[in-house]
């Protein structure tokens, strides 16, 4: 199920765009773009980084989502993770969210992998319950179920755990 992640906090300028800068309409999908004086100044030491992410005078975060009427934010995935397989974007996050709805699956990271023709494939990189057996055909079938089959893992490899950073964070290296 799809949750807001909530509206703007005052004083912050807050928008959806798309790669020009345009502001995208709502149900849009484009990148979050943040103004205000609550934000960082830039990255310690990386006027480089710091360029990059300020681009006309706006932070881009990175993050992909899309607001609704009312101006509630939801975020659908980071940008460095979004896959284009045959010109089609698939977010990696709602394709992990459909797998999840599977009960065999305890963890599961999304990622492209290289494809000579298609730019890059849906792959997917499964942690099973305890003691519960699932094989990849069961999952793409369950997939197929919830989203495009285009979005569905056309390779499954099953792992015991997924790399986490100190803090807990999925790293999908």
Partial sequence: LLAACGIPMAFAAVKVVDENMNECPPREVGEIVVKGEQLLKGYWNRAEATEEAFKGGWFHSGDMAWRDEEGFFYIVDR???????????????????????????????VIG?????????????????????????????HCRRLIAGYKCPSSIDFRQELPLSATGKLLKY
């Fill in 113 to 141: 992998l290289p494809h000579e023709d298609l730019g890059e494939t849906v792959h997917a990189i499964v942690v099973p319950h305890a003691g519960v057996l699932v094989t990849a055909e069961e999952l793409v079938a």
């Fill in 79 to 109: 940008m460095k993770d979004m896959i284009i397989s045959g010109g089609e974007n698939v977010y990696s996050g709602e394709v992990e969210n459909a797998l999840h709805e599977h009960p065999a699956v305890r963890e599961c990271a």
